[in-house]
């Protein structure tokens, strides 16, 4: 059967510049789901092309058919012209395919340099492995990143940051010509960004193919030239990013307008209901003083490593300070562990809530019971129906979209996730909840949803501490702002002067 030509689209490549590779009416089929359902897309050298789309809208689908993991049922690739086929991962690397993801499987006890040609490593010529290649290999890699990392220490002994370079290095050590970032800024603070865009530049100018996958949008406005935007299997949008307003992004991504992604409610700000006096840690804090007050939003904003989950997994017990005090309605409460938190009215919901936040193998409605378990038991014994009971009243409340409440909480989309640890929390009826990054890694209408769950909250006179990295987050939703810098407190600002460059000033030490 032939194949359909890729629509034509304005891309920012010449009139006659050639695409490296199209992907040409893919489809993928599951048992009872069409993940993606005839769509096209071209890459071009020295491009950057943003793939946009809010979960399940086929992103991951399309990036495992271009990688090889996935065959698709229908469509076809093709690449300098030549149509291909990738029966495995092999397959995908041989034709110049490579692929930087999140979470990238990367090994503590191997070395730099292993690490990074593992599975591939250059052989002598009676085929023993290439010790000495592999090593100046791996530092010219890491040489052409900018990088100065010693490929023959153990991957342990490096930050994050590091652990991240070691990851493009290894996927750039197959000589692709085509790279594919899957959200691969997540865990890196601005400055780590900021070094992987100059990475990005510089691989544009090698005239190797991009594609760029984020949720955050200053991001693909900042390092993309073309976009695609994905849409419950489909295409529905592809362009040039500078001539395409934000509100168009949105609009296609979700099939609707979405004016306002943060909406905020007027509340009427209470008295205060918590107060932190002189709060400091060994380590990570010192002398944090604020209030909190009734149906109040409180941003917490800084750099990554300014202490600011510290301090907050401090309010909840996880830690302990070294000194101050914690007022609640007036009076001062000890926590010294996370039990004491809760029995106080003290809720956290955690930054990585796959890890720290959820039971991902248990039922959700157990998730979601797991810290009331007094109120679900019958004289010490759990009650199956008390828990559905509970959890079905806030998975109304919070429009859980999810098969069952039997299922597996790891089953569920980020954004599902998020609401369950939500929901788990308020089940326990708190005064203070402290929301750690409470839209990382999720799409924009999730997002928009949790802002808007998170404003009747605070219209309800719930008290709401925030974390966010993410400027728009904080200016959108807080009704204050306190800047931490360092482990310090840099300022707190009231919603009239809240500006992006404000915070940021006052988060870089720039004020």
């Known amino acids: 059967m032939a194949i359909a030509e890729v629509p034509k689209y ?33 890459l071009y050298p020295g491009k950057v092309t943003a793939l946009i789309g809010e979960n399940g809208a086929g992103k991951s689908t ?48 191997l070395t730099v340099g292993e690490n990074i040609f593992l599975g591939h490593a250059p052989r002598t010529r009676i085929g023993l492995i290439d010790w000495a290649t592999i090593n100046r290999r791996a530092r010219q890699l890491l040489a052409d ?51 992987l865009f100059r990475i990005v530049e510089n691989l544009k100018k090698q005239g190797k193919a991009i594609l760029f996958i984020s949720h955050k949008f200053d991001e693909v406005y900042e390092i993309a030239e073309n976009y695609a935007v994905f849409r419950d299997g489909k295409m529905v949008g592809a362009g040039i990013l500078k001539t395409t307003p934000q509100d168009e992004i949105v609009r296609l991504m979700v099939g609707r307008d979405v004016h306002d992604v943060f909406p905020k409610c007027p509340v009427q700000i209470g008295a205060t209901v918590m107060a ?87 039922p959700i409605y157990q998730n979601m019971s797991l810290p009331s378990l007094a109120r679900t038991s ?31 909480a790891g089953t569920l989309s980020g954004g599902n996730q998020q609401k369950v640890v939500i929901g788990k929390w308020l089940a326990t009826r708190p005064k203070v909840i402290i929301l750690d990054e409470p839209t990382k890694g999720i799409d924009i209408g999730s997002k928009a949803a949790v802002h808007g769950f998170i404003s009747e909250l605070a219209g309800e006179g719930l008290s709401i501490i925030m974390i966010s990295s993410e400027l728009p987050e904080i200016l959108g939703m807080s009704d204050r702002v306190m800047v931490m810098r360092e482990g310090l407190q840099a300022g707190i600002f009231e919603r009239e002067r809240l500006t992006a460059e404000t915070l940021v000033r006052a988060a870089t030490g720039n004020a």
């Open 10 to 42: 304005d891309t920012a490549a010449g009139p006659d510049e050639k695409p490296i590779l199209e992907m040409r009416g893919i489809s993928q089929v599951f048992p009872g789901v069409r993940a993606l359902d005839g769509v096209s897309i071209a």
């Open 62 to 109: 399309l990036v495992k058919i271009l990688t090889g993991i996935y065959r698709p049922n229908e469509g076809e690739i093709v690449i300098d012209g030549e149509p291909v086929s990738f029966s495995n991962a092999q397959d995908a690397i041989d034709a110049g395919v490579t692929a930087i993801h999140q979470e990238t499987v990367l090994f503590d006890e």
């Open 145 to 195: 990143l900018e990088s100065t990392i010693d490929p023959t220490i153990k991957l342990k002994d490096l930050s994050i940051a590091q652990r991240h370079l070691v990851a493009i290095a290894r996927a750039l050590s197959v000589e692709a010509r085509i790279v594919i970032m899957d959200e691969p800024t997540a865990a890196l603070s601005r400055k780590e960004i900021d070094d």
């Open 276 to 362: 932190v006096e002189g709060y400091s840690h060994a380590t990570e804090f010192r002398e944090i003083s604020f209030d909190l007050r009734k149906g109040e939003i409180l941003g917490v904003y800084g750099l990554i490593g300014a202490g600011r989950s510290e301090l907050c997994q401090s309010l909840f017990g996880i830690t302990k300070p070294a000194s101050g005090r914690l007022l609640l309605d007036g009076r001062e409460v000890v926590i010294r562990s996370p039990a004491d938190a809760i029995a106080a009215g003290i809720v956290y919901v955690p930054e990585e809530r796959g890890r720290h936040g959820l039971a991902l193998e248990m």
């Open 378 to 408: 019958v004289r010490g014994f759990l009650k199956a129906a008390n828990e559905f009971s509970l959890a079905r009243r806030y998975a109304e409340r919070l429009d859980l979209r999810a098969a069952a409440l039997s299922v597996p």
